[in-house]
């Protein structure tokens, strides 16, 4: 995957994505990798390990030691997330730690059927959060946070991987959980905009939160701040925001931020 970064960076900023678009290169390809192309965000080269290291410390007093499982997609092309993830938990009282030796949760390869390939994934990165020795495991992407909490199911036949693999998915938990129930959540600054406090998908069915929080907990949600309607339509991964005309910001620690996955 960062080898794909690597070479996404260099078609977006070589000048290749638009001599593609100028030219119309792009009709010759399908409508939806058309359609993909056009929305594809700036990859980026480096993820959050080699832009903040593999730990973080906690500001203030530490409730507990967190892992962040980066993701192989979100932390190509959604690597400021990732980043500002960490911020965000050292902010509310977490010491972060990134394992380096983590992989693809194996979300895709488990959809498609390639099922010996996930569980070889799962085994690579309950190895890696087990040595790591945290407290909880933190998702932000909900696609593969599914996953890694049925990593218990994924491996229950296998007797040398079953225990550590229970241990790993009774851990993991979702950004919005974790903050709320667990964090120390500051007030948050109010914006202009309206906003939308979107339950995370793969959270309200995948983790089995059906009362997940958005980022605010209950006494600081105001008026202005509304849960994006019919939210349980939306597919894919992460706290996606069914398109209502909504704008939502969040404002934490100095950056502006949109609550996406």
Known sequence: MKLLGKSLRLYQKSGLQKIAR???????FPAHMREMEQILPEAAS????ERIGERYPAKGERIATVALFR????????ADTNVNTVKLLSEAGFDVVIPKTQGC?????AHSGEMDQARELARV????FKDAGVDYIVSNAGGCGALLVEYDHLLHE????AADAAWFAKRVVDISTILVDKGRVPAFEETAAEGAVPAAVAATGGFGDDHVPGLLPPAQRDEGLRRAAQADE???GGALLR??????????GGHLQRHAA
Do not use: E, Y
């Open 71 to 78: 993701g192989c997609i979100m932390d190509v092309l959604f």
């Open 105 to 109: 949760c194996g979300a895709l390869h």
């Open 243 to 252: 398109d209502a005309g909504v704008r939502p910001l969040l404002r934490f």
């Open 234 to 236: 939306v597919g894919g």
């Open 46 to 49: 480096k993820g959050v390990v």
């Open 125 to 128: 990165n309950v190895k890696a």
């Open 158 to 161: 296998d007797a040398s991987w």
């Open 22 to 28: 100028g030219t119309g290169v792009m009709k010759l």
